[in-house]
């Protein structure tokens, strides 16, 4: 009889360290890290600036790609201000940005631009829905693969989405506090923020109506 041999995963480990200075995290001296055998197979990156030593878990955001925010500037959504807000506080009291190749919370840059024009009419859950995607098909699984093997195992979570905590505690990564972001509100991207609050289930405490 023929026995079933169980291979296990090949554990995710650092490929590259490259110094850099950053003028998004004030001039700080950081790293850029890559990796070996993420799950998903995709080019996530994680952006490290030291802390200074002591018992407080590291600041780590999970940030997902976004192309027309974080280069572009768009503020048909928040993700250019949220990926300056949290290098900024990286910069501050060091720990680690993330940036997952994820975009349009995991259908693509097409895709997402797709969804913008329907968003004219419905909400941004409806309209991935509309052109047979999920409302957010992100897996934080190669996220806690990547704090793994840089040894991030306890840290503090800078995010408004509970999907994280969640996902990277099923998968071991202990979050000891969630830190909030702010509400990177304006006239373009309320109806999206509303969205994202009311059906998201993300944790932003949003003003009546949006700056103008």
Not at 26 to 40: K, M, N, Y
Not at 178 to 189: F, I, K, R, Y
Request: net charge negative; proline share 5%; glycine share 8%.
């Amino acid at each position: 009889m023929n026995a079933t041999i169980h291979t296990l995963p090949v554990p995710t480990s650092v490929r590259a360290r490259v110094p850099i200075t950053l003028t998004r995290a004030a001039g700080r001296r950081a790293e850029l890290v890559t990796f070996h055998d993420l799950p998903d197979g995709e080019e996530h990156l994680a952006c490290l600036v030291p802390a200074a030593p002591g018992d407080r878990a590291p600041l780590v955001r999970l940030h997902s790609e976004c192309l027309t925010g974080d280069v572009l500037g768009s503020e048909r959504c928040d993700c250019g201000p949220q990926l300056d807000e949290a290098m900024r506080l990286i910069a501050a009291e060091g720990g680690a940005v993330l940036y997952l190749r994820q975009e349009g919370r995991g259908i693509g840059l097409y895709n997402k631009l797709d969804t913008y024009v329907l968003q004219e009419h419905v909400d941004t859950f409806t309209a991935n829905r509309m052109i047979g995607r999920g409302d957010d098909e992100r897996d934080y699984t190669a996220a806690a693969a990547m704090l793994r093997a840089l040894g991030l195992t306890r840290i503090r979570l800078l995010t408004n989405n509970p999907d994280k905590v969640r996902e990277l505690r099923a998968h071991g990564i202990e979050v000891a506090e969630v830190v909030p972001t702010g509400t990177h509100l304006t006239a373009e991207n309320a109806r999206y923020l509303a969205a994202k609050a009311e059906l998201g289930g993300h944790t932003l405490a949003l003003l009546q109506e949006a700056a103008v």
